[in-house]
């Protein structure tokens, strides 16, 4: 039961958290619902959670406005890529984007969010393992983008985001991302999935993003 796979998760991050000295509190659990159908997220919802991430827009349109409606308290995060030119759909849909990644799509956000009115929080991907087929800045390229995302574009940059190459241990890029944003005085660091999410919250993760450990296998 996908209720009981969250109370499960939630303890976990609880106690990772309160082992590493942390309040429990300052971790957000990001259900991530992507491929999921909205009757799959029900009985989460129903068991009181209310922060939940999805990957594309086009699928999120098709099922979160009427959940939405349902459950008004619902926080709606965009974790996977984004193109500039659904930028005013997410920007109306999500209430936190985590993969700024490009100027491109920094003025696109902008320009949505001065006609709107509306300012979702952002994270700026960070590709830590220089992946060739990964989104996200380039390490040695981030502190400038971060920069130009404040000074230029006036974003609402909250935090950083990464997702680790898939062949490698992840402790050393949750590391290097959490060190990124102490030096540029970021509070938000959204790292760690369903197979690493402790060792993000060792690492001062203040958002992990789950999907599998809470729905089940995706198809």
Partial sequence: MAAERLRA?????????????????????????KTFTAEAIEPVLAAGHRVFGENRVQEAKTKWPALKELYRDVEL????????????????????????????LAEALKREMDKTGRRPRLFVQVNTGEEAQKSGVAPGEAEAFIARCRDVWNLPVVGLMCIPPAH???????????????????????????ADFEQAVMLGATHVRVGSAIFGARH
């Fill in 77 to 104: 995060h965009l974790i996977g890529p984004l193109q500039s030119n659904k930028a005013h759909d997410a920007v109306m849909l999500f209430d936190v984007i985590h993969s700024l990644d490009r100027p491109s």
């Fill in 9 to 33: 998760v939630t303890e976990s991050i609880a106690r990772t958290a309160r082992e590493e000295g942390r309040d429990p509190a300052s971790v957000t659990l990001i259900a991530v619902s």
């Fill in 168 to 194: 490698e241990p992840p402790s050393p890029h949750f590391a290097l991302l959490a060190k990124m944003a102490a030096r540029n005085g970021l509070s938000g660091l959204s790292m760690g999935m369903s």
